[in-house]
């Protein structure tokens, strides 16, 4: 009797497989997404943003409080400045009233006139104390940053460019002029008149030739 020999092949593939790693599931081969950075970040630029908001507009309002202390400031030496000059002239004025009264009363031209001399002399002091003067401009050169040009005359005594007359007297402010002396300029020596110009006897003068003596 013989025996039927077992085959050992299909142990073999057995093994084979076993040996062999298993394929992975789809749920296996996808990777955890690492934790989301993005919420954190975001919450992190939001709480920047509105830091930033904040420091511009505190800025903006302290920005806004200076200009207004630095304009009530400026106004506030402005009036300061007007209410010194004032207080300087009110005793030109009180000393004009008296003056009016006394001609009123009075009159006395000579004596009037002295006053109105003594109170201009006191008006030149007060603008003096804060910085206003008059302009010099009698006999000097012209000067087109402190002198307005009205006229512009012959002068044999003046040079060309000097000023003649003032006709109206102007004022400065430290170096800043307030108002140009108005005033009449040399415009050098009269041109001479020529021989041709001169008439030469009376007909000449008259405009017309000397007439021959025709009667015999």
Do not use: W
Not at 82 to 98: A, M, S
Not at 172 to 186: E, I, K, Q, Y
């Amino acid at each position: 009797m013989t025996r039927t020999k077992k085959s050992k092949a299909p142990r073999a593939k057995k093994n084979k497989q076993r040996d062999e790693p298993e394929a992975a599931t789809p749920e296996e081969g996808r990777q955890e997404a690492p934790p989301a950075e993005g919420e954190d970040a975001r919450e992190t630029k939001e709480r920047q943003c509105r830091e930033l908001l904040d420091s511009l507009q505190r800025l903006a309002a302290e920005f806004s409080n200076y200009q207004k202390r630095a304009e009530r400031r400026v106004q506030d030496g402005r009036q300061e400045a007007v209410g010194d000059l004032v207080l300087d002239l009110l005793p030109v004025i009180d000393n004009l009233e008296r003056a009016i009264a006394a001609a009123e009363a009075t009159p006395d031209l000579d004596a009037f006139l002295e006053g109105v001399r003594l109170l201009h002399g006191q008006l030149l002091a007060a603008l003096k104390k804060h910085g206003i003067t008059p302009i010099e401009a009698d006999q000097r050169a012209f000067d087109p940053e402190h002198h307005e040009a009205v006229a512009h005359l012959p002068s044999d005594e003046h040079p060309s460019g000097h000023v003649i007359e003032e006709m109206q007297k102007g004022y400065r402010l430290g170096d800043r002029t307030l108002r140009a002396s108005r005033v009449a300029v040399s415009s050098g020596k009269p041109e001479a008149e020529t021989d041709e110009d001169v008439p030469t006897d009376g007909a000449a003068a008259a405009g017309g030739e000397p007439r021959e003596d025709t009667d015999h």
